[in-house]
T-cell receptor, first 111, second 117 residues
Framework: KQEVTQIPAALSVPEGENLVLNCSFT??????LQWFRQDPGKGLTSLLL?????REQTSGRLNASLDKSSGRSTLYIAASQPGDSATYLC??????????FGKGITLSVRP | GAVVSQHPSRVICKSGTSVKIECRSL??????MFWYRQFPKKSLMLMAT?????????EQGVEKDKFLINHASLTLSTLTVTSAHPEDSSFYIC?????????????FGPGTRLTVT
């Protein structure tokens, strides 16, 4: 059974700092990995999708990497801003298109 | 991009009543839709996979008679919480994909907050 782990559960950083969020998964047989953002009481916003054959994806200040063999992914946020404060969820797609989510990392960026 | 909507966004109902939540893919045909549940400060839990024109496949531990799922068209899936109880209060989120392969990206709806009093 696939398990996705995100540690730490919460992170607080000052504005402007570059930061890395980590995600690990136990079964490397995945189709893809996605990073999502969730604001309090809201749905999910897809940030980046990395197919299993890819190593990384970039969108603006965000860069996500995937090392399938070691079961790890990182989300790099450059020059963090208070507006980046949210919960970041990592999820992997396995058999039958099922997504398995981590519990998320709640990020707070202090002005 | 692909847009998925959910209705209602919030619903409060009395214990014992039934509530229907709609999930629509607005600009694409969704062969497969998924229903998730999220408890406070917890991750999303997959409840069931819904394929158009066939019965939904429920995850272990999810009561199919309590959470009725219908996927009658390629753009609409509904989740009905029957005889709701306070423990059913949660955030329900749907997602949709264009095909059936796991390589397709899942597009998520904005979620429905259900409160059962």
């Amino acid at each position: 059974k696939q398990e996705v782990t995100q540690i730490p559960a919460a992170l607080s950083v000052p504005e402007g700092e570059n930061l890395v969020l980590n995600c690990s998964f136990t079964d490397s047989a995945i189709y893809n990995l996605q990073w999502f953002r969730q604001d309090p009481g809201k749905g999910l916003t897809s940030l980046l999708l990395i197919q299993s054959s890819q190593r990384e994806q970039t969108s603006g200040r965000l860069n996500a990497s995937l090392d399938k063999s070691s079961g790890r992914s990182t989300l790099y946020i450059a020059a963090s801003q208070p507006g980046d404060s949210a919960t970041y969820l990592c999820a992997v797609t396995g058999a039958n298109s099922k997504l398995t989510f981590g519990k998320g990392i709640t990020l707070s960026v202090r002005p | 991009g692909a847009v998925v909507s959910q209705h209602p966004s919030r619903v409060i109902c009395k214990s014992g009543t039934s509530v229907k939540i709609e999930c629509r893919s607005l600009d694409f045909q969704a062969t497969t839709m998924f229903w998730y549940r999220q408890f406070p400060k917890k991750s999303l839990m997959l409840m069931a996979t819904s394929n158009e024109g066939s019965k939904a496949t429920y995850e272990q531990g999810v009561e199919k008679d309590k959470f009725l799922i219908n996927h009658a068209s390629l753009t609409l899936s509904t989740l009905t919480v029957t005889s709701a109880h306070p423990e059913d209060s949660s955030f329900y989120i749907c997602s949709a994909i264009r095909g059936t392969s796991g390589a397709y990206e899942q597009y998520f709806g904005p979620g429905t907050r259900l409160t059962v009093t």
